[in-house]
């Protein structure tokens, strides 16, 4: 494994073992400080741990560092990640804990389907739908971490509401599409295999 390590690996490892795990618990703790800088922080590690996301499969295509396990790990990650993430701010009532149970299902859902695909050897590429879809949770997740208006729990702030109303809408858009594409596209293939 040392001697397949590289770059992009490296970071989709990473977000791998830290981000799920240390970003939900610093959120879990530290998200009801009324400190503008701490939400900052939170916002700015959130993002960084999304950028990696990009960053990881970049790199790869760019100096043609595509692995087979890269390739394996990289979604994993980013189930994990998001996941956590959702369920942290379930957690800290800042997230419905409804949209969370969707968005985390329709991940499961995903591995189904990648799990079926692979035993009749076909692989689920990701999409520019799903690549979208990871995007926008991701600017998602960094609105509602800073959000001043849910740190401080003061009612208010027409914008900030709307701006997560209108990501929050997105998301869920392109979740459940780029879902049912993927399984439309995958069992289309099937077919043309068998």
């Not at 560092?65 to 800290?92: N, R």
């Not at 900030?160 to 596209?185: C, D, G, P, R």
Request: with cysteine; aromatic share 16%; proline share 4%.
């Amino acid at each position: 494994l040392v001697r397949r390590l590289n770059i992009p690996l490296i970071l989709t490892l990473t977000r791998l073992a830290i981000a799920p795990l240390l970003l939900p618990f610093l959120i879990y703790y530290l998200f009801p400080s009324p400190s503008f800088i701490t939400h900052i922080i939170l916002a700015s590690l959130c993002a960084f741990f999304c950028l990696t996301d990009f960053l990881d499969g970049y790199l790869a295509r760019k100096y043609s560092q595509v692995t087979s396990l890269g390739k394996l790990l990289d979604p994993i990650a980013d189930k994990l990640f998001m996941s956590a993430m959702f369920i942290t701010l379930v957690a800290v009532q800042k997230f419905y804990f409804i949209l969370a149970i969707l968005l985390i299902g329709r991940e499961f859902a995903m591995n189904v389907l990648r799990a079926f695909a692979a035993q009749q050897r076909h692989i689920v590429n990701v999409s520019m739908l799903g690549k979208l879809k990871t995007t926008f949770q991701g600017i998602l997740l960094v609105v509602i971490i800073l959000n001043p208006y849910r740190w401080i729990g003061v009612c208010g702030g027409y914008l900030w509401t709307l701006l997560e109303v209108f990501l929050l809408i997105i998301t869920m858009f392109l979740s459940f599409y780029s879902a049912f594409k993927y399984y439309q596209n995958t069992f289309g293939k099937l077919k043309t295999l068998v």
